[in-house]
């Protein structure tokens, strides 16, 4: 894994201070997907829900998420070394919900198997990616984490969970144009 990245410190003192429920309601009109990022911890699996992921890079094959500093499950996936990007189908709103509750069994009655090295593959979901820590950097409140792909599938019947200003939606098949 390269080495974590400190950031340049370029507050300026005449900066306008954002509020943070500005940011929060603001930033919520940018609609994502929802995934689990899941690995095979030291005793059992673990994971949590995560909206920040994002393909980054196809040469060398690299996608991101960023975990907030306070998450109790993050560490843990870091140590594991490896883990799986499970982006969650229109019909898994539970399974956002569940992984995102802090040191309670995420994943009593979850069905999931093992992909590579162990990292769980929820059951049903639209796509998984595997993955091996590559990089974290600094962001903030948050950490930015950089994962170099190993192997990924998808299941093109499904469609994605969406979450959109603190709401979930799903893609409706775009409507047919008029005929004029
Ligand atoms: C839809 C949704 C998206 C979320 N996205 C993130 C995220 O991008 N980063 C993050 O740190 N937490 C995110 N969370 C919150 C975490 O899932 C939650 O804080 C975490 O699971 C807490 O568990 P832990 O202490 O086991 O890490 C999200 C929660 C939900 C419901």
Known sequence: MSATVGSADTVD??????DGAAMRDVLGHFASGVVVVTANG????IGFTCQSFTSLSL??????????????TWPRIRDAGTFCVNILAADQQHHSAGFARSHVDKFAGVRW????????????VCAWVHCRLHSEHDGGDHTIVVGR???????????PLLYHR?????VLPRPREEVR
């Not at 003192?13 to 954002?18: C, E, H, Q």
């Not at 040469?59 to 109790?72: E, N, Q």
């Not at 998808?154 to 469609?159: I, L, T």
């Open 13 to 18: 003192a005449t900066d306008p201070v954002v």
């Open 42 to 45: 030291p005793s059992g699996p």
């Open 59 to 72: 040469d060398p094959p690299l996608v991101s998420f960023a975990p907030s500093r306070t998450s109790s």
């Open 113 to 124: 198997r093992p992909g590579r090295s162990g990292a769980p593959i929820l059951e049903g």
């Open 149 to 159: 792909v190993l192997e990924l599938a998808a299941d093109h019947a499904r469609r």
């Open 166 to 170: 603190g709401n979930y939606g799903f």
